[in-house]
């Protein structure tokens, strides 16, 4: 019988980001790109989704859930700083206008979601890349170990 593996909720997302994560991840996947939640980065912020490719290519996610969350919420600005594209990921009757140019924007439900503006590439510096690939890295093996060895010490 296989083991099934669930994530429990961390209590730092509501239930419309935990929506539109969900369906925002599976596009991501079908794009081709692993991705990793509240991962914190080196500055200190935490990014709602961190993204990988292939190729190395890096993408920050940022959830907006609503209005006045995006509003009351400025962290974000800080963010391109360490992705080589940056998007805003929000359900479908969020009013895209508000969505900065300098951002690309996905439009998700928590079945899936389509990118509606691509983001601007800014190629991020190879020490820069060299971090965030070794955060994405040990992070993602670290949840995984998590799930796998649910009975561990500390």
Known sequence: MPIEFHLPADGRQSDPALRI???TRRLLRQLGYASVQEI???SGLRADILALDANGEL?????????????TDQKWQGYGDHCDRF???????????????SAGLIVADPYGAAVIREAPFHRLAP????????KFGYTAADRLHHLWDRDRDG
């Not at 920050?60 to 509003?71: L, M």
């Not at 998007?87 to 140019?101: M, Q, T």
């Not at 020490?127 to 070794?134: Q, S």
């Open 87 to 101: 998007f805003f990921a929000v359900a479908v009757d969020f009013p895209a206008d508000l969505i900065p140019e």
């Open 127 to 134: 020490a820069t890349r060299k971090n965030m690939l070794l």
């Open 59 to 71: 993408l920050i996610v940022e959830i907006k859930s609503s209005i006045q969350d995006f509003r």
């Open 21 to 23: 994560a969900r369906g």
């Open 40 to 42: 914190a980065l080196p």
